[in-house]
Nanobody
Framework: QLQVVESGGGLVQPGGSLRLSCAASGFTLDFYVMAWFRQAPGKEREGVATMSSSGDSTNYADSVKGRFTISRDMAKNTLYLQMNSLRPEDTAIYYC???????????????????WGQGTQVTVSS
């Protein structure tokens, strides 16, 4: 079955870095738009970054531009999110998701994505 499993979260101090991983099974990343979302306590789930099925295009939320980088390793069929210069407001559960619709790279909204993982907790605190 189609599945994604996130890992790599943890506790980090402000200004620190983390790399999240999303291992996909049952499908290959180059057939879907892939995305990272996050959800902080009491807030709606929001899109963080997306990557086209070809891997040539990416899109970022304004709040993470210049700090986060989405990438993938096709040999491992794994999506990554490199997070640098982390801030307390980045604290959230981070989710990986896939969409068969090419327009989802721009919309970055939850209703256009499926195959959600269980998420991985990222806490930024001193």
């Amino acid at each position: 079955q189609l599945q994604v499993v996130e890992s790599g979260g943890g506790l980090v101090q402000p200004g620190g870095s983390l790399r999240l991983s999303c291992a996909a099974s049952g499908f290959t990343l180059d057939f879907y738009v892939m995305a990272w979302f996050r959800q902080a306590p009491g807030k709606e789930r929001e899109g963080v970054a997306t990557m086209s099925s070809s891997g040539d295009s990416t899109n970022y939320a304004d709040s993470v531009k210049g700090r986060f980088t989405i990438s993938r390793d096709m040999a491992k069929n794994t999506l990554y999110l490199q997070m640098n210069s982390l801030r307390p407001e980045d604290t959230a559960i981070y989710y990986c998701a896939a969409s068969p619709w090419s327009g989802a790279i721009t919309t970055m909204t939850t209703e256009h994505f499926g195959f959600w993982g269980q998420g991985t907790q990222v806490t930024v605190s001193s």
